[in-house]
């Protein structure tokens, strides 16, 4: 991998790049929002996100869930990509164990339906159990089955609050949430004024009508968000883009 920016530097190793320091934001954690698109900015092909990603894109998704407390996820995403248990190798375990963080990160699942295949692997392995940030009025039979297969965080009435679903994450301890998408709950953190980074992966590929969503939804932020570059990578073509995210109001 190259960097192109701020400094031009070959076989750059992306790690310490990522491994920055992320301080909590007040009373909630940093948000980290990683996403891949493809140069005409569809977020998926057929659905899914796998013909866009590659060997870097991997690293990079698997660099930033290393030092994740938090994985936050919206309900279509782990319907249509089949999310599972978080993995990592035995070395990203370890310096996790020696940072203090448990060995996985946790997968959080924003969802106001509660409408899952409670049979997945993803809700079937009680060492890795996941957490299900949603709603009061949620219904109560899908309300019974997510208590039995995963902690149950409720944030809101109607629609998931998302900057009280944060700040009960932090009170837990959560200092570093990886949000992986998709548009619709990146829109909503963004509008929720929580987010405070984009590792961006821009993958070699024009595909035309590559499905619904850009990276932050489809519809506008207002006012837009006007993110600082903090670096571009380079690897077979793919871009791996780092930007800070605010709003002068949000802090
Ligand atoms: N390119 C990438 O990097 C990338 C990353 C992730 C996903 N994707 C793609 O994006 C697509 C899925 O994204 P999406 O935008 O359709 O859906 P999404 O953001 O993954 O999930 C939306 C769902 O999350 C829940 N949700 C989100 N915000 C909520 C709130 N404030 N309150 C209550 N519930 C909330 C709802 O779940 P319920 O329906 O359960 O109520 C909602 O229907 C897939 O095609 C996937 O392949 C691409």
Redesign the pocket.
Known sequence: MRQLFPLPADDVDPAPLYRDSRPTVGDRPYVVV????SIDG???VG???AK??GPGDQRIFFLLRSLADVIL?????????GYGPPRLTPQAVEARLERDQPALPTIA????????DWSSPLFSDPKTRPIL???GS?DSEGMSRARDRAEVLIA?E?????ALGLRQLRARGVALVLC??????????AD?GVLDELC??VAPLLVGDG???R?M?DHPLDPPLEPSLLHVLEEDRFLFLRYRLERAEWR
């Open positions: 990683n996403m891949v698109t569809a977020t998926a659905g899914v996100t866009l990603g996820v919206g309900a279509q995403t782990v319907r249509t990509e699942v924003v969802s106001r339906s509660l409408d899952f940030l949603t709603v949620a809101g109607r629609s998931v609050d998302l992986e998408g998709g548009p619709t709950l990146n829109a909503a953190l929720a961006l992966t499905g619904p969503a990276i939804g």
